[in-house]
């Protein structure tokens, strides 16, 4: 046996040889050299001589110990191909195909037009469970995050199954509710005790239930929120109880900490700063932004900051400015927001822009038009807007909508295109989640190319000069005087 002072010593040497290599190797651990094999080696011959000297030490030997054997060969599955050693190290940042994409690329061209999506809250109908639910949204906020899209409208198509008002705890209820049928007597009792031990302030497991669309729409706002400031605008709800499965969108906005970015996003805390404008939490670590006017704690806002602030000493100033500013400057994604509608008319009827969607495409097997088509271009818009259907699609939306007039059969007149996205599909159906992104990736390239890239100038009306004779101006007032003047000196 080694004495534990030997012990040290080696362990001493083995890592001063580890700092080396790593050293000789530029900063990376090496792996699957010659030299690592030889200290394997070297280790096993150790560890054999060792296992011999305790052999040998042992009077007689024990019964269960067998005396040392040679080395035997490394077996075939074990053994390092002598290729290996010659593909190259990985690099500093521990990716061997190069660094993971830190920023998103950016078209650099400025752009001033819009693309909505909206798509009914029926399609969570075909989800069992509430993680199959967020997984669905999760995909559609992705899908929506990759192609720009700068709206979601949620809408009701009045086609799901009506369920039943309550809270969330399912389980709970239905097996009260067994145990009401067996003993109503006891039934009645625990529902007296339950009622005089009920808190204040109810658990999340008592909050109403909430439909498909509010559902949908609380997803679609928690992607789409900054990650440090998802604890200031969403508590704790049954709805938001699997968000940590889903796949981060990965946004332009969602700045990292570290990260000089020109444009952020921020929450207006209570304190104020010396000048007194108001302080934004803007992700930067004990560093709020003093902004350029006093707004009202806890709204969210977009700031601008000077990225060479991020170097200096001190308070960091920024400016607030629209949402669509980095869009419109040079052509950044800033993501999307969301809005529920009560049916499809209303989709149309309370558009946030003004003039309403100047392109409105409409998505069918039944389309009189396909993204295959020699023909198919997309005319010049500001504000566009792709529509989805349900299970049924849209014509049986359409159906179930009384303010529009129209039977399904004739939807394709409600907008300016009737697109097939996907002529040649394999499946009977295409889900809505599926089609979401099929669409826009088909159609993707016709509306950049068609989208408006330059401000649009406004004209100031002129104001029109209405002369009476009732009130006479200053000029012919003067002018008066000074005729009744002339005439009295001739006079």
Same mark, same amino acid.
């Given at each position: 046996?080694?004495?534990?002072?030997?012990?040290?010593?080696?362990?001493?040497?083995?890592?001063?040889?580890?700092?080396?290599?790593?050293?000789?190797?530029?900063?990376?651990?090496?792996?699957?050299?010659?030299?690592?094999?030889?200290?394997?080696?070297?280790?096993?011959?150790?560890?054999?001589?060792?296992?011999?000297?305790?052999?040998?030490?042992?009077?007689?030997?024990?019964?269960?110990?067998?005396?040392?054997?040679?080395?035997?060969?490394? +077996?075939?599955?074990? !053994?390092? %191909?002598? @290729?290996? $050693?010659?593909?190259? /190290? #990985?690099?500093?940042?521990?990716?061997?195909?190069?660094?993971?994409?830190?920023?998103?690329?950016?078209?650099?061209?400025?752009?001033?037009?819009?693309?909505?999506?909206?798509?009914?809250?029926?399609?969570?109908?075909?989800?069992?469970?509430?993680?199959?639910?967020?997984?669905?949204?999760?995909?559609?906020?992705?899908?929506?995050?990759?192609?720009?899209?700068?709206?979601?409208?949620?809408?009701?198509?009045?086609?799901?199954?009506?369920?039943?008002?309550?809270?969330?705890?399912?389980?709970?209820?239905?097996?009260?509710?067994?145990?009401?049928?067996?003993?109503?007597?006891?039934?009645?009792?625990?529902?007296?005790?339950?009622?005089?031990?009920?808190?204040?302030? +109810?658990?999340?497991? !008592?909050? %109403?239930? @909430?439909? $498909?669309?509010?559902? /949908? #729409?609380?997803?679609?706002?928690?992607?789409?929120?900054?990650?440090?400031?998802?604890?200031?605008?969403?508590?704790?709800?049954?709805?938001?109880?699997?968000?940590?499965?889903?796949?981060?969108?990965?946004?332009?906005?969602?700045?990292?900490?570290?990260?000089?970015?020109?444009?952020?996003?921020?929450?207006?805390?209570?304190?104020?700063?010396?000048?007194?404008?108001?302080?934004?939490?803007?992700?930067?670590?004990?560093?709020?932004?003093?902004?350029?006017?006093?707004?009202?704690?806890?709204?969210?806002?977009?700031?601008?900051?000077?990225?060479?602030?991020?170097?200096?000493?001190?308070?960091?100033?920024?400016?607030?400015?629209?949402?669509?500013?980095?869009?419109?400057?040079?052509?950044?994604?800033?993501?999307?927001?969301?809005?529920?509608?009560?049916?499809?008319?209303?989709?149309?009827?309370?558009?946030?822009?003004?003039?309403?969607?100047?392109?409105?495409?409409?998505?069918?097997?039944?389309?009189?038009?396909?993204?295959?088509?020699?023909?198919?271009?997309?005319?010049?818009?500001?504000?566009?807007?792709?529509?989805?259907?349900?299970?049924?699609?849209?014509?049986?939306?359409?159906?179930?909508?009384?303010?529009?007039?129209?039977?399904?059969?004739?939807?394709?007149?409600?907008?300016?295109?009737?697109?097939?996205?996907?002529?040649?599909?394999?499946?009977?159906?295409?889900?809505?989640?599926?089609?979401?992104?099929?669409?826009?990736?088909?159609?993707?390239?016709?509306?950049?190319?068609?989208?408006?890239?330059?401000?649009?100038?406004?004209?100031?009306?002129?104001?029109?000069?209405?002369?009476?004779?009732?009130?006479?101006?200053?000029?012919?007032?003067?002018?008066?005087?000074?005729?009744?003047?002339?005439?009295?000196?001739?006079?």
């Amino acid at each position: 046996m080694l004495d534990p002072e030997t012990r040290r010593k080696r362990k001493d040497e083995g890592r001063e040889k580890k700092r080396q290599r790593i050293q000789e190797s530029g900063g990376v651990r090496p792996r699957h050299t010659p030299s690592t094999e030889d200290d394997r080696s070297g280790k096993a011959s150790k560890k054999t001589q060792s296992a011999g000297s305790t052999a040998d030490g042992n009077k007689k030997g024990s019964p269960g110990l067998k005396p040392p054997t040679a080395t035997q060969p490394t +077996p075939a599955y074990k !053994r390092v %191909p002598s @290729s290996f $050693n010659k593909r190259p /190290m #990985a690099s500093s940042s521990g990716h061997r195909f190069g660094r993971v994409m830190q920023t998103v690329p950016c078209r650099n061209k400025s752009r001033f037009s819009t693309l909505s999506i909206a798509l009914p809250g029926s399609v969570l109908s075909n989800c069992q469970t509430r993680e199959l639910r967020t997984l669905l949204v999760g995909q559609i906020a992705r899908a929506a995050t990759i192609y720009h899209v700068d709206e979601i409208v949620v809408f009701d198509d009045k086609l799901a199954a009506a369920k039943p008002s309550g809270g969330h705890g399912g389980w709970r209820q239905r097996n009260d509710r067994r145990r009401n049928i067996d003993n109503p007597k006891e039934a009645t009792e625990e529902k007296t005790e339950e009622k005089a031990e009920e808190p204040e302030h +109810p658990q999340t497991d !008592r909050l %109403p239930r @909430s439909n $498909n669309q509010e559902f /949908m #729409a609380r997803v679609l706002q928690y992607c789409e929120c900054p990650q440090y400031l998802r604890r200031k605008f969403f508590p704790m709800h049954p709805d938001l109880q699997f968000t940590g499965l889903l796949a981060p969108v990965d946004a332009p906005h969602h700045v990292r900490a570290d990260d000089h970015s020109m444009f952020r996003e921020g929450a207006v805390v209570e304190k104020t700063s010396s000048d007194g404008g108001s302080l934004v939490n803007c992700g930067i670590r004990n560093r709020p932004v003093a902004i350029d006017r006093k707004l009202a704690p806890g709204i969210r806002c977009t700031v601008k900051i000077d990225p060479a602030a991020y170097g200096k000493v001190g308070p960091i100033k920024g400016t607030v400015v629209s949402p669509s500013a980095p869009r419109e400057q040079d052509g950044t994604y800033w993501g999307y927001t969301t809005r529920i509608a009560s049916s499809i008319n209303d989709v149309f009827d309370s558009c946030p822009f003004d003039g309403g969607y100047d392109l409105k495409i409409g998505t069918s097997e039944r389309g009189d038009m396909s993204t295959e088509d020699k023909k198919f271009s997309i005319p010049k818009y500001e504000h566009a807007l792709l529509v989805f259907g349900g299970v049924a699609g849209i014509e049986e939306c359409v159906d179930a909508d009384e303010a529009i007039k129209l039977p399904g059969a004739q939807s394709r007149k409600l907008f300016d295109v009737w697109l097939n996205t996907c002529p040649f599909q394999g499946s009977r159906t295409i889900r809505t989640e599926e089609a979401v992104l099929i669409s826009l990736s088909a159609v993707g390239p016709a509306l950049a190319k068609s989208a408006r890239t330059e401000e649009k100038i406004v004209e100031e009306p002129e104001e029109d000069i209405e002369f009476s004779d009732e009130s006479p101006s200053d000029e012919s007032s003067d002018d008066d005087d000074g005729s009744e003047e002339s005439s009295s000196n001739s006079d």
